[in-house]
């Protein structure tokens, strides 16, 4: 894998309470930040999970879950666009929540997958059903005359006229068009010419969990990688490679260094760019947080002002204790609406925080001179393994006057699976390093 050119793209659920009116205008935003709450044209935080991007007349199309904080029920399947990839523009609900149904109200509906069918000119679109206790899983799919829909649910991908009864699936196109369904376990189904049902199983399972299935090619190596089975937490995921689709597939290890949980997200597609030197493939994946489907960070480094917990300038309320992790400085509270707030002269702000097993939410506001809040993000500070984030970065903003809150918002992502066993955080904290501000 060493040899290969793998970017990381880390897609945050994102919490849709962002309120703030600054879009990031196209061709504003130079780079890709993995991990952080991205905005649209329209100043909303791009809600995308389980995701994958088709090319299509030069632009690169985003199909991802829409998610809120309040509730896990699909809430249809999201479509954005984008030059660069780094700057989207929102373009469709590409398949809204059905009025009933499988995937009507209250109904799961994840991972979902579009290809363009080269056979026909037709865009599908596969995506795992279910219900929200997942216990009626199968895969469906969806058509579409157009990249940005509407697409119409079809119901599900027929084998021998049964449905496949698996939840986390992908998809792969191989060099000769063919399509394949990709589900956990690491099976592989062949698609049939329209790719509206399957004709034959290519390969077996290979091994138990495999979540997240995710495959590509680069010449004549074929590289599947997969996540343990942890419910929503991230994990060391793990990858094989074959010369052939049905195998036999030889175990490669951790696609990322040990204990950093695939930099803390979950695979869910590998985009593969031709370029003009070379061919690119870039690692997408989820850093899910369950309830509140919403953002960390990577560690991406910004070269800017900085501020760090004991400046003078900051202003706390509540209970905070100072103190060093690894050598950072770092202040911490678990009291709720514990505040640090912080007045700055520019046009963006950014939080490093240090992500711990026993963090919570943390609730982000930026006001304007007038006071009146213009950004209101949660994002989530919790990671089974300790790790420096860049949490927040917000959108570029006219440069003015503002005030940013980071407040102890009181509550943590945990959860538990059907199986009934106990995931997430053991604690509300927040963690802050420093913030960090362009002028
Ligand atoms: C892991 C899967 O990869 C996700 O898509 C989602 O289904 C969660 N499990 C639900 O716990």
């Not at 985003?62 to 954005?80: I, K, M, P, Q, R």
């Not at 009626?136 to 599900?156: E, H, L, M």
Request: net charge positive; hydrophobic share 35%; proline share 4%.
């Amino acid at each position: 894998m060493k040899k290969h050119r793998l970017t990381i793209f880390i897609f945050s659920l994102m919490l849709l309470q962002s309120a703030n009116i600054f879009a990031q205008q196209a061709g504003k935003t130079e780079a890709i930040y993995s991990g952080l709450p991205w905005y649209d044209q329209n100043g909303k935080v791009v809600s995308a999970h389980g995701a994958n991007i088709v090319q299509q007349n030069g632009k690169f199309y985003l199909f991802g879950e829409a998610h809120s904080d309040t509730s896990n029920a699909f809430a249809g399947f999201n479509c954005y666009s984008s030059k660069d990839l780094y700057n989207w523009k929102f373009e469709s609900v590409a398949l809204p929540v059905q009025k009933n149904g499988k995937l009507g109200p209250n109904r799961v509906g994840e991972r979902v997958k579009v290809m363009k069918n080269p056979f026909s000119g037709e865009f599908i679109m596969l995506m795992h059903v279910d219900t929200l206790g997942y216990k009626d899983q199968f895969v469906g799919y969806a058509t579409a005359k157009n990249i940005a829909g509407p697409y119409q649910f079809k119901g599900p991908l027929l084998f021998k006229g049964k449905p496949i009864k698996k939840w986390d699936m992908g998809t792969f196109q191989d060099d000769d068009g063919t399509g394949y369904l990709l589900t956990h376990g690491g099976m592989i189904h062949q698609l049939s010419k329209d790719y509206k049902s399957i004709i034959a199983e290519i390969n077996p399972a290979i091994t138990t969990g495999f979540e997240s299935p995710t495959l590509f090619r680069k010449n004549n190596t074929y590289y599947f990688i997969g996540s343990h089975l942890t419910s929503w937490e991230k994990n060391d995921n793990y990858y094989y490679t074959s010369k052939s689709l049905s195998g036999p597939w030889t175990a490669r290890g951790l696609l990322a260094p040990k204990d950093k949980l695939t930099w803390n997200s979950q695979a869910t597609f590998i985009l593969k760019i031709s370029g003009t030197k070379d061919t690119t493939f870039m690692f997408m994946g989820d850093r899910w947080s369950f309830p509140k489907q919403l953002s960390t960070a990577n560690s991406k480094s910004i070269i800017r002002k900085t501020i760090l917990p004991g400046d003078q300038t900051i202003s706390l309320t509540g209970n905070w204790k100072s103190s060093t992790i690894d050598s950072i400085s770092i202040i911490r509270s678990d009291e709720t609406k514990a505040s640090l707030s912080f007045n700055f002269s520019g046009k963006q702000i950014g939080l490093y925080a240090v992500l711990l097993p026993d963090n919570g939410y943390a609730k982000v506001e930026i006001r304007d001179k007038k006071g009146k809040i213009i950004i209101n993000n949660i994002i989530d500070l919790y990671s089974k393994s300790p790790m420096l984030q860049l949490a927040f970065l917000s959108p570029m903003l006219p440069k003015s006057d503002y005030k940013v809150t980071v407040s102890v918002l009181g509550e943590r992502p945990n959860w538990s699976d059907k199986r009934k066993s106990l995931y997430g955080s053991t604690g509300n904290n927040i963690t802050i390093a420093k913030l960090i501000i362009q002028e």
